[in-house]
């Protein structure tokens, strides 16, 4: 699975960005996606999950309320749509496929940056 995220930008705090992830190889609507970040300095975080069918999604905590993950199979591709965005937003975001198990994530993206800052 080869993953592809674009979207990624300069935003003032309170702004809202839209990331996308494009799939290619096996077929996208049998595994999970999932979105993570990492500041600079620090480890790689948990963002969102969403499952093959796009019925069961979670969030962590930091972002729960403010960002909605959600897919669009026929088009092979996971969005993260980002509203309320604050400075601690700012990271590399990275998509990721958990093909072979759910939560396993095997494959992943080159990561977008994005950058909340007045």
């Known amino acids: 699975v080869q993953l592809v995220e674009s979207g990624g930008g300069s935003v003032q705090p309170g702004g809202s960005l839209r990331l996308s992830c494009a799939a290619s190889?096996?077929?996208?609507?049998?595994?999970?996606m999932g979105w993570f970040r990492q500041a600079p300095g620090k480890e790689r975080d948990f963002v969102a999950r969403?499952?093959?069918?796009?019925?069961?999604?979670v969030y962590s905590d930091s972002v729960k309320g403010r960002f909605i993950i959600s897919r669009d199979n026929a088009k092979k591709t996971v969005y993260l749509q980002m509203n309320s965005l604050k400075p601690e937003d700012t990271a590399v975001y990275y998509c990721?496929?958990?093909?072979?198990?759910?939560?396993?994530?095997?494959?992943w993206g080159q990561g977008t940056q994005v950058t909340v800052s007045s």
């Open positions: 190889g096996r077929t996208f609507s049998t595994y999970g």
């Open positions: 990721a496929a958990d093909t072979s198990f759910p939560g396993n994530y095997d494959s």
């Open positions: 969403i499952d093959w069918s796009a019925g069961y999604t």
